[in-house]
């Protein structure tokens, strides 16, 4: 992989991104409504009093100019519905908490996923495959807000194992990051079996096997490597998704994760905090998509970017 | 010696024990979402307010029983005769959280601070009351002198009222009309309401605020009331989620939940626990019906539209919280006002709506066009406007349609008035009728329906007036009437509060309004 190569992609994020700045900015101001219609009346005079507060009372090509003039800076603005926070601060206080849901819903997702459909590829079209396949169909009918009051009643309320909500100690974190990591350990095990059976009627599988290796040895050695590629291309998106889309989650779960402001400030017409999660989230999906092209090219070899 | 050794030992542990034993005197909360802000000033919203009412104090404070007036700030009050001049004596002992006394120049301050239009408070008509109120929030006068405030000592407030207003006092207790600190709002601008900055003047000070995780509130040592306030501290968790704040509470989390899930009221109505708690409040959940659209235009049609809902099924059937039927717009027992019910319940009413829809001109319905019904997205908005559709169509044979919009686009709908009839609810602000029947009165920004009756806005400026509650009462009746003969608001059902409440908690008590100050509150 050429450095020339990296330095291209990353050459290509910026034009988007200032694409995706200006279509957020413009497409959020002009739904109807704004962040301070509101049930009850508000005179004329104490709106006007508002927007001059937010700049909202200049033309919009110049808070656009305005608006990207602080971005350059690395500042987001304050918060229209939180008062006294910037979005900065908003994005430093959640998203450490979305990242570390994320990435221990993936680790759960990986180790059961991995797990599963190992263990299904390896001995194909045995109760060892039918039984987790099954309930790979399953983690990937069933969505979050099935599986998370399930598993709160079961090991919350009932058994009370673990904390039915919160955000605290080691013990909340367990309920939510296995709600999140089914769905996609669900398909992260498809897609592992899927590559390995493939990897399985490769040349180089039958000379190991050949060479008398025993079939625990060929999966650890021979075929994850190749048969994993699908879950890594896979992976990218996945984290991404899972960072962002943790919403339901956070909400049954009640988590003070990034997911909860991205819709609510859609719904508070909170222009900055909007403008600020989207272009976070652009900005992982990005980053994540790249690194997993990395990735791919370290473990396969027949791959090149020129 | 050895025995008072032992004695001492004896006593220590037992202190020890008790220590460890004694329930912890922390009260954890469901209250719904995030606060915006904890700034009395400006924000809205009841899960601010709900905080807000122990993280400040006004004048004037309420017994959580009866719901009069109590001294807060103010110990004493002096009402001249013609109902507007009030004498403020301010408590010595009264201090904010760093120490400072509070003083009279403190609630002049804040109260200029409300009405400015600079701080763009939404609430800043609770200023109007005030002499010159309004005119200065409205930019007509820079001179904030011009407002009816003085200060003759530290210890004294004189407020000069625009009118007589019978419930001046019970006002006192809405946040906006609470005291901030001087130094720290003009030294912290924005900013002032974060933890590291805050000084306020109630019973309980602000520890942490945590965004979509908690608010922790810890007693405060400087407050004048003190030795009544039993709790250490409170938290309040932002859960927006029913089911999750439900859970929370079976697990022994929380103390008290915002609500309960209304697929769960049937459920926990017949536990026996006495947990489950359900008591009227002071809001109204009705239809907005433009009068300028035809043909909601014609006043016949409205009445038959009126008359063909059952609201007792409504209630029972759709709504399912136990709420009350509304045959009246404003909610019973607002400022000791019970308004007679005008809507007839009987069968009657049904062949009374057909016979006006005839007289306006469309027997059993023919030739109506469709009545169009908005409401902000919702699966309770649209349950029940689901079934009005229905009672239409088989009462009267009105056609009708439901369409829904998301809630700031719904917003922007009814300010223009581009709808027919459009879903609405309303809280009071404070404990008067005048609350609920100002809202109708020509040219008020709450009045959704454009509608526009010179007898009635006579009725309401009068009551605005009257000293006399009896004579008031009277006055707010005969604008009841008005309002159910004109309709230009089609009362549904009057609020429930529903909510879970630990059976621990003591000093705790239903009202209409669901005030519930937890300086009085404990844990068993």
Known sequence: MSLKYLLGRLAVMVPVFFLVVTLVFFMIRFAPGGPFSSEKSVSPAILKNLEAKYHMDEPLSRQYLHYLKDLLHGDLGPSFKHANRTVNEIIAEALPVSLELGLLSLTWALMIGICAGGLAALKPNTSWDYIPMSFAILGICLPTFVVGPVLVLVFGVWLQWLPVAGWESWQDRVLPSLTLGFAYAAYISRLTRGGLMEIRMQDFIRTARAKGLSESDILLKHSLRGGLLPVISYLGPALAGIITGALVTETIFNIPGLGRFFIESAVNRDYTVVMGTSLLYFTLIFVCNFLVDIFYALLDPRVKYV | ?524
């Open chain 2, 1 to 524: 010696m050895r025995r008072s050794t032992l004695l001492s030992c004896l006593a220590f542990s037992l202190g020890i024990s008790k220590l460890l034993f004694a329930t912890p005197q922390v009260l954890n909360i469901g209250n719904g979402s995030e606060p915006k802000d904890l700034d009395p000033h400006t924000v809205t919203g009841v899960p601010e307010s709900q905080i807000i009412q122990n993280l400040f104090e006004g004048l004037v404070s309420k017994d959580p029983q009866t719901l009069k007036p109590v001294g807060g700030v103010a110990e004493s009050w002096k009402v001249s005769k013609d109902g507007r001049t009030y004498i403020f004596k301010i408590r010595k002992n009264a201090k904010w959280s760093n120490g400072d006394p509070v003083t009279s120049q403190d609630f002049i301050f804040s109260w200029k601070r409300l009405l400015d239009p600079q701080t763009a408070s939404e609430y800043a008509y609770q200023g109007y009351y005030i002499r010159g109120g309004r005119d200065f929030n409205l930019g007509k006068v820079k001179d904030s002198s011009q407002l009816g405030l003085k200060a003759p000592s530290p210890e004294t407030l004189e407020v000069v009222l625009e009118n007589p207003t019978p419930y001046f006092l019970s006002l006192l207790y809405h946040h906006s009309l609470y005291p901030v600190h001087q130094t720290t709002v003009q030294k912290h601008q924005m900013r002032w309401t974060r933890p590291e900055n805050i000084v306020s003047n109630g019973p309980f000070t602000l520890q942490k605020w945590e965004m979509n995780k908690v608010i922790s509130l810890q007693k405060s040592p400087h407050h004048w009331d003190a030795p009544q306030v039993k709790l250490e501290g409170v938290n309040y968790y932002p859960i927006e989620k029913p089911e999750t704040e439900e859970k929370l509470f079976q697990v022994k989390k929380l103390h008290v939940t915002g609500t309960v899930p209304t697929e769960k009221i049937a459920y926990w109505t017949k536990d026996n626990s006495g947990v489950f708690r359900r008591h009227p409040y002071l809001g109204t959940y009705f239809y907005w019906m433009n009068v300028t659209r035809p043909p909601i235009n014609n006043k016949l049609v409205r009445k038959a539209l009126a008359l063909a809902i059952d609201r007792e099924k409504l209630v029972k059937f759709v709504v399912k919280g136990g709420q009350a039927p509304a045959e009246f717009f404003t909610p019973p027992g607002i400022g000791d006002f019970h308004p007679k019910a005008l809507l007839p319940k009987d069968g009657s009413r049904i062949a009374e709506a057909k016979k006006l829809l005839e007289q306006a001109g469309f027997p059993q319905g023919k030739g109506l066009p469709s009545i169009e019904i908005l409401y902000n997205t919702s699966d309770a908005h649209k349950k029940i406007a689901e079934a009005i559709q229905q009672m239409w169509k088989e009462n009267l044979g009105v056609q009708a349609t439901l369409y829904n919009q998301e809630w700031k686009v719904f917003l922007d709908t009814q300010h223009s008035h581009n709808y027919m009839v459009s879903r609405a609810g309303w809280i009071a602000d404070y404990n008067d009728p005048n609350t609920f029947l100002d809202m109708l009165t020509t040219g008020n920004g709450n009045n959704h329906a454009a509608w526009s009756n010179t007898s009635y806005d006579e009725l309401i400026a009068k009551a605005a007036k009257e000293k006399s509650p009896q004579k008031r009462n009277q006055l707010f009746q005969k604008a009841e009437e008005i309002l159910l003969e004109e309709l230009p608001v089609l009362p549904l059902y009057i609020y429930t509060r529903i909510y879970l409440l630990s059976t621990d908690v003591q000093g705790w008590y239903e009202n209409v309004e669901d005030v519930h100050p937890l300086k009085y509150v404990s844990l068993k």
